[in-house]
């Protein structure tokens, strides 16, 4: 009952979300997040373009709002919207740049709109950028072209949580194009990478090193005090035992 219930709301927040793309298609949104809180359904909206989400004198976003209770049935949905301060390494709003310049310009252009997106994404800072797109581009015969650029993980879970993916769809004359779009973020850290140290880091590695040398040094040389001090004290100890013989046996020849 309990995985039912779990299944049931992660269903939910993929339909919200699913809305929420198809109906906020324009804006540069490149996140949804739902979030449950005791007051209510917390929802937050990452956009390129804040402005657009709200709509004049909030008139938007109150309609959203609405919807939103109507048809999933949600008692206090909030809306938050957050904006995207560098939309470059933002893979959704990279693929929704590319369709709408695809439906713009049509599909003769697509190598020009490709190769522009993916040096935008490296211009970002981005490790590594894929962008595929699938359809009847440019002939009749359905093919996908890659645009590839920098180190982008394909397998590990690196790939899952590293990665920033986002599909969508350019709805041309020719017909339907895909559209998907794979980055990695430059604030992704890699598990493989070696990290070079510093001067300063080196610096105190070397002084730390030194004084752990001078510690076992004098260590060695308290052991060894100690261990002379014991053999002159086992020394003397055996000369006054021979000195009490010696008396022992003069008084027994007396």
Known sequence: MIERKFVAQNIRELEIKEYLYKELGKVGLSNVKVQKTPLGEKILVSASRPGLVVGKGGANIARLTKELKEKFNLENPQIEIDEVTDPR????????????????????????????????????????????ISGKIPSARA?????????LKKCGDISISGTDKSIQVARLKSGVVGIQVNVMPGSTKLPDKVIPKTEEQAKEEAEQKAKEEEK?????????????????????????????????KTAEEK
């Open 143 to 151: 093919k996908t072209w890659r645009f590839y650029q920098g180190y």
């Open 89 to 132: 390494g933002s893979a959704a709003i990279t693929a929704e740049v590319i369709a709408n310049s695809l439906e713009r310009y049509g599909p003769v252009r697509f190598k020009g709109i490709g190769h522009k997106a993916l040096s935008t994404i490296m211009d970002s800072g981005a490790h590594g950028a894929e962008i595929l």
């Open 216 to 248: 076992q040094e004098e260590k060695k040389a308290a052991k060894k005090k100690t261990t002379k001090k014991k053999a002159a004290k086992k020394k003397s100890v055996k000369k006054k035992a021979a000195k009490k013989a010696a008396k022992k």
